[in-house]
């Protein structure tokens, strides 16, 4: 498992896409659901509309850490999971939640 390694990696590669004239709406504050519709579905709708690639990085969704339970799939499907976590724990962009 590599955790949080990850992390890194995205934000290089979202670094490089934000950097590529060939996507210029996209920074740290694009919501998700802009980039990947219909891949990136959460149980609620403000926060499917609302999560930004910061707050996907930072965890500050207000999600609890689902990772084993999302960690056997592929990405895509990992991402299309979502839509059958719940959300609620913690208030969104609140505070940092990995648990």
Not at 7 to 32: C, G, Q, R, Y
Not at 72 to 91: C, D, G, M, V
């Amino acid at each position: 498992m590599v955790g949080s390694t990850t992390k890194s990696f995205t934000s290089a590669a979202m670094s490089l896409i934000m950097d590529d004239s060939k996507f210029p709406t996209v920074n740290w504050d694009t919501p998700l659901a802009k980039i990947i519709p219909e891949d990136f579905v959460l149980d609620d709708e403000y926060l499917t509309q609302q999560v930004t690639i910061k707050d996907a990085l930072s965890h500050r969704t207000g999600m609890p850490g689902h990772g084993l339970v999302l960690q056997n799939y592929p990405i895509k499907q990992s991402t299309r999971n979502l839509r059958h976590l719940f959300t609620k724990p913690k208030e969104f962009r609140s505070k940092y939640v990995t648990e």
